[in-house]
């Protein structure tokens, strides 16, 4: 059964940085692709960084230059390093698995003063 779990949101000043893991089980994690999203109050959910089995990253232009995704897959987790956090990037992020249609539960971000 494949389980997708997210950790590491909160509540952050402007200007700060969060480290977002989720863990993964259930299937062969190093040879998928993994993708993070985002859906804020109200809105859609939409792609924010995505990473290859072979590591290979892409990102929404919204997060470039801030957010690195990377995995280590003796760990089966991937990460999404946010860093110069604006209040836009407030939202409920999620891990997803686009072979499987698998999704995590969600993690939130809050930034504000």
């Known amino acids: 059964q494949v389980q997708l779990v997210e950790s590491g949101g909160g509540l952050v000043q402007p200007g700060g940085s969060l480290r977002l893991s989720c863990a993964a089980s259930g299937f062969t994690y190093a040879i998928y692709d993994m993708r993070w999203y985002r859906q804020a109050p109200g809105q859609q959910r939409d792609l924010v960084a995505s990473?290859?089995?072979?590591?290979?990253?892409s990102y929404a232009d919204s997060v470039k230059g801030r957010f690195a995704i990377y995995r280590d897959n003796a760990k089966n987790t991937v990460y999404l390093q946010m860093n110069s956090l604006k209040p836009e990037d407030t939202a409920t992020y999620y891990c997803?698995?686009?072979?499987?249609?698998?999704w995590g539960q969600g993690t939130q971000v809050i930034v504000s003063l």
């Open positions: 997803n698995l686009p072979t499987f249609e698998a």
């Open positions: 990473i290859t089995g072979g590591g290979r990253s």
